[in-house]
């Protein structure tokens, strides 16, 4: 950018920080809103189409392999490779995963890093830490999930929810956060949402989006509603195919619409496409580069959904971005180049991991895509008028975030100051606290027969804990153990094996008959084969079907033997249907146990100390929950949950 253009928007900064004192908040903002738009477009002018593209693309590179080396492994640490892509493309954002924020101070630094290789526009740093059970960060606050915070009902934790993330995002240098899915789970068959929605409810949906959306955008970061127009009924996931939502458009209004609406009202950032088909709004159809077939264009590539039903009729007029491309309900059925080019049409701003990049040698992807939309701008497919609009929001958005603010360019802390701040910041106390008390607040009793909870054991007592894996198994026991460390139940001995790929046998039944109390998770994501019709098979002895069949043999046995047993749904909370017989059963909404020498979520923790009666169970079902055995009914409704003396709660 030349140093005129620089100096204006720096006094353009200035200006809108100055004109509007005294004037009220709603003024303030669409005023504000106005400058930023007129310094955007201004500064959009100033570039060159190739600037302007390498804005609307965003690569991941979450592994690299350096000229020399073998393999690829996690980029963690900036380098000149990836540094020369950022240039050379004029890339106006970067989108971490897991294996590049492994440390608090190693996040900043490579945060730091690839802004400082991004030499004119800052860009959006980006991430998926929707809390629960897809965050990224392998140092900052989990967070027990949205359908937690269903159970939980509170405004204020889903506020909160937002703000510690945010917090923490905006200490390591990410300034984008993709999150909350708004998706409305109202399919218990979906694969690949499920917990990660807040509820089936599209109200609740809404209301707490809202207020996490609210939390983020509080600590400045930008914030993104996902996965729109809904990927919430969908029986497959688009990581592997490519689904489809068959309602009519009135009753997309009125479920799935519902919360993205809301969002856009309450002036969401930004919102991320789903590669969903969706033929009530739009049943073009496209020959798959697959196999041949004609399949419909997904949302993400529908001009028909992006434009005319998102922007012209919902009133959306923020940033979208995909998700990603790579995913094969886009890659498997659309060419690399074409896809890109068919979603800027449609009316997408930012293209997400338009092209595997892991090395120098497969740069050539993404130059591929690169040159392919320069090449349909200069050929009139891309009319320039949607590369100007995309940039300009891209950059208003930029300039609202406060990610390119020339004015300031020069006042950034050191970057030992970074990282002292974000030590503090990033997995705090206060931020645990404030996360335990979120996950307490969701778990749900759903049966408590003959008082079987809570539990009240005597010194020495055994409790037996059956998980289906090690890390599970790991943070229920290690709560246990604190507990009676803290003297808040009385010392037990402590038993526990995983038992995912596993059969029931002799053995298994002689650690329950040696025990007192046996505490069996649960993690049945999909009903598997021991389920038929509505007949449960329990004499199946199958190891591969270990997801229904163990536990339920575990929870027959324990109970013929008079053993105190209770069923903890560990994720979907659809799975307690197979296990109608328990006595005592109960939800938490994440499955992530202890591992790395740290608790991944406090649900499993939280579903313990409910259990020992440390807390009392305060959740109620943010979905239903339909029955295995009677096809067709439900077994549980909506906003169901019980008191510890198996009465509703209110």
């Known amino acids: 950018m030349k140093k005129t253009h620089l100096l204006t928007y720096g006094l353009v900064s200035a200006l809108v920080l100055s004109a509007f004192t005294g004037l009220k908040p709603a003024v303030q903002a669409e005023e504000s809103g106005s400058r930023l738009a007129e310094a955007a477009e201004r500064a959009a002018d100033s570039m060159t189409l190739e600037e302007k593209v390498g804005q609307m693309l965003m690569p991941d590179f979450r592994n690299w392999k350096k000229q020399g080396e073998e393999k690829a492994t996690g980029f963690t640490e900036m380098n000149q490779e990836v540094g020369g892509i950022i240039k050379k493309y ?23 890093g690839l802004q400082k290789a991004s030499e004119n526009i800052p860009l959006f740093v980006t991430i998926d830490q929707e809390g629960g059970i897809v965050t990224r960060l392998q140092s900052g606050t989990n967070l027990p999930g949205n359908m937690a915070l269903g159970a939980g009902r509170s405004k204020k934790n889903a506020y909160n929810a937002g703000s510690i993330t945010g917090k923490e995002l905006d200490s390591l240098g990410i300034n984008v956060n993709f999150a909350p899915s708004l998706d409305v789970n109202n399919n218990p068959a979906n694969p690949v949402i499920g917990v990660r929605s807040f509820s089936s409810n599209p109200e609740l949906v809404a209301s707490l989006g809202v207020q996490t959306i609210k939390g983020l955008q509080d600590q400045n970061i930008a914030t993104t509603a996902k996965h729109f127009p809904g990927h919430g009924d969908t029986a497959v996931d688009s990581h592997y195919g490519l689904p489809m939502v068959t309602h009519n458009k009135e009753r997309l209004k009125k479920v799935e619409l519902y919360p993205f609406q809301k969002a856009i009202e309450q002036d969401v950032d930004m919102i991320m496409t789903a590669h969903v088909q969706f033929p009530s709004i739009d049943d073009t159809t496209y020959t798959s580069k ?92 891309i009319p320039m008028s949607e590369i100007d609009d995309s940039v300009e929001k891209i950059l208003e958005l930029k300039m609202k975030r406060g990610i390119y603010d020339p004015g300031a360019a020069d006042s950034q ?120 019709d509505g007949v449960i098979d329990d004499t199946i002895t199958d190891s591969s079907k270990w997801a229904t069949v163990f536990p339920r043999a575990a929870m027959n046995y324990s109970q013929k033997q008079d053993k105190k047993f209770v069923l903890m749904s560990l994720r979907n909370p659809y799975d307690t249907a197979n296990f109608e017989e328990a006595k005592a059963v109960i939800a938490v909404y994440g499955f992530k146990g202890y591992s790395n020498g740290r608790f991944r979520q406090p649900n499993i923790p939280a579903g313990i100390e409910t259990i020992f009666g440390l807390s009392q169970p305060k959740g109620k079902l943010p979905v239903e929950i339909p029955s295995v055995t009677d096809p067709g009914e439900l077994l549980y409704d909506y906003g169901y949950g019980l008191n510890v003396n198996g009465k509703p709660l209110k």
């Open 90 to 112: 004029h890339l106006g954002g970067v989108i971490l995963f897991a294996e590049n924020v492994v440390d608090t101070e190693q996040t900043v630094r490579l945060a730091d």
């Open 290 to 381: 697959k196999d041949g077939q004609q399949i419909m264009v997904p949302a993400t590539l529908s001009r028909k959904v992006l434009t005319d039903l998102l922007k012209d009729e919902m009133g959306f007029e923020g940033v979208v971005v995909t998700d990603a491309l790579n995913m094969k309900a886009i890659a498997d059925n659309f060419g690399q180049t074409e896809a890109v080019i068919m979603a800027i049409n449609a009316g997408v701003d930012i293209a997400l991991m338009p092209a595997p990049v892991t090395s120098l040698e497969t740069e050539k992807n993404l130059e591929e895509v690169y040159n392919g939309v320069v090449e349909a701008v200069k050929s009139g497919e």
């Open 413 to 532: 802390s050191s970057i030992e100051d970074k990282i002292s701040k974000a030590k503090k910041t990033v997995g705090s106390m206060k931020h645990y606290h404030m996360e335990k008390e979120m996950a307490l607040d969701a778990v749900t009793l759903l049966k408590n027969e003959n008082r079987t909870l809570p539990f009240k054991p005597k010194k020495n007592e055994k409790v037996l804990i059956l998980a289906p894996f090690e890390d599970q198994a790991e943070a229920m026991r290690r709560t246990i153990t604190e507990l009676y460390s803290k003297q808040r139940i009385n010392r037990v001995k402590i038993e526990s094996l995983s038992f995912s790929g596993k059969v029931f046998d002799k053995a298994i039944a002689k650690e329950i008959d040696q025990a007192d109390y046996v505490i069996t998770g649960s993690y049945v994501v999909k009903n598997d084969p021991a389920v038929n």
